[in-house]
Nanobody, 115 residues
């Protein structure tokens, strides 16, 4: 069983920044991909950003240019740098790891953007 532990959530004003971290109990070097999802109240969980084993990245249109996903093999962690945050970014953010065919989730961290 792989454990993914998110941290770095909190409350920030519009226009502010946060950096989320995801620590994994299994080597992320061997992961097929690592991703961040989010789920806002009464909405479906959506993919925010993904980074593959080849370091290719992809982002939801709503966060392109504002969010950056990265991974640190030495730290065995994945990060999500979030800038220019908007109230509509408010959600629980989940780390997702894919060691095919298995798929693992963290418990989530709350991000609230409010003035």
């Amino acid at each position: 069983q792989v454990q993914l532990v998110e941290s770095g959530g909190g409350t920030v004003q519009p226009g502010g920044s946060l950096r989320l971290s995801c620590a994994a109990s299994r080597s992320i070097f061997s992961a097929n991909a690592m991703a961040w999802y989010r789920q806002a109240p009464e909405k479906q969980r959506e993919l925010v950003a993904i980074i593959t084993s080849g370091d290719s990245t992809n982002y939801a249109d709503s966060v392109k240019g504002r969010y950056t996903i990265s991974r640190d093999i030495a730290e065995n962690a994945v990060y999500l740098q979030m800038n220019s945050l908007k109230p509509e970014d408010t959600a629980v953010y989940y780390c997702n790891g894919r060691w095919y065919p298995q798929d693992y989730w963290g418990q989530g961290t709350q991000v609230t953007v409010s003035s």
